[in-house]
């Protein structure tokens, strides 16, 4: 057995998020978003790179001298899966460890709104889940094509740097395929999707605008595209994927998405109050006729204004300053929790003011 097993293992039992690993550092896990130091030595250069030679691959190992970095998934039987990412910095090697839970979760379980599952059930189009590192954009996807796989017989094709859920076939179809394992890159991988009839298409990360100019063509020939993005609310998720795009594309792209985009979900992690977990509040941003029109006219300042007015609250959409305020009208987070995550401290104090 590796030496790193039994770090991973304790992490695992003790319900952390993350295993990190500093050269001149302590271990530390990450418990309910918050940094916690192992009972442990610190650890220095020549040791954190044995104890991760025992576990990552030949490849792997050349990635990671060649590049400086390298992402790879790990699996310890009994225990779980663990997305690793390992990278040189200033004081030495440093690795951080996921941990993937063995199964993908019920969307019911995350407490994320019911118009989450409605995404699932369109036909082609573009569904974005956005929110900052460590916001469980990996886990809210993987229970939505776990929905998928449970409830028609569609194909799904997954494209992942690396594969962390693991789903296997139910009434559906999934295929998994990992960026520098079995396809060079997301473009290439996207490229690839299309001639292998999926019915829908999942992201990882949009990290380039090759990638998002193949997302929006593979919704353009009728396939539902799921993808992800580093951003803290749906106006700039748009304004991401706009601003990506060179100037001779920006008004193709933003007719594609005033089109085809069926919408966004943007979520925050946020620490109870009991202390004892965390709880998704979100902004979801859905399809409508205002809405596209705002994208065709190049008014996306003005997404925020239409959400935090409620015109379309009856359908599930909603600012994330509502849902904020939601959860600390029922107790379930401080105030001083909500404006750690709120994107308009200035609605939040209103909405509050208003409620008090």
Avoid: W
Avoid at 56 to 84: I, S
Avoid at 220 to 245: C, N, P, Q, W, Y
Avoid at 334 to 356: M, V, Y
């Amino acid at each position: 057995m590796a030496r790193l097993d039994t770090f991973l293992r304790i992490a695992a039992d003790q319900r952390a998020s993350d295993l990190h690993f500093h050269a001149g550092k302590v271990p530390r896990v990450r418990y309910q978003g918050e940094l916690v130091t192992m009972p442990f030595r610190v650890l220095s250069e020549p040791q954190v790179r044995a104890l991760l030679d025992e576990i990552l691959e030949a490849r792997q190992l050349a990635t990671l001298d060649r590049e400086g970095q390298v992402d790879f998934a790990y699996e310890l039987a009994g225990v779980g899966r663990f997305r690793g990412s390992v990278c040189r910095q200033a004081g030495g090697l440093s690795a951080v460890f996921r941990v993937v839970p063995a199964a993908p979760p019920d969307l019911a379980d995350l407490e994320l709104p019911g118009a989450i599952a409605g995404f699932t059930r369109h036909a082609n189009g573009l569904v974005l889940v956005t929110g900052p590192t460590g916001s469980g954009k990996t886990t809210t996807l993987a229970a939505m094509v776990d929905l998928v796989n449970a409830s028609s017989g569609r194909h799904v094709i997954t494209v992942e740097d690396p594969i962390e859920f693991v789903h296997v076939p139910k009434r559906g179809l999934v295929t998994q395929r990992e960026v520098g394992l079995h396809v060079s890159s997301f473009a290439g991988a996207l490229r690839s999707a299309l001639r292998e009839a999926p019915d829908v298409l999942v992201v990882g990360e949009m990290r380039d605008f090759e990638t998002i100019s193949l997302a929006l063509t593979a919704a353009e020939a009728g396939v539902l595209v799921f993808a992800t993005l580093h951003t803290g609310s749906a106006s700039k998720a748009i304004d991401r994927m706009l601003g990506a795009a060179p100037a001779d594309h920006q008004e193709q792209v933003r007719e594609v998405l005033a089109l085809l985009l069926r919408g966004v979900l943007s979520q925050r992690l946020c620490r109870l109050v009991s202390g004892q977990g965390r709880v998704a509040a979100t902004e979801v941003l859905l399809q409508s006729p205002s809405i596209s029109n705002l994208i065709r006219e190049a008014k996306i300042h003005q997404v925020d204004s239409y959400l935090r007015g409620g015109e379309d609250s009856s359908r599930g959409m909603h600012s994330l300053e509502h849902s904020l305020l939601r959860l600390v009208r029922e107790g379930r987070i401080s105030r001083e929790e909500a404006f750690r995550h709120a994107n308009d401290e200035s609605a939040l104090t209103a909405s509050l003011g208003a409620a008090a």
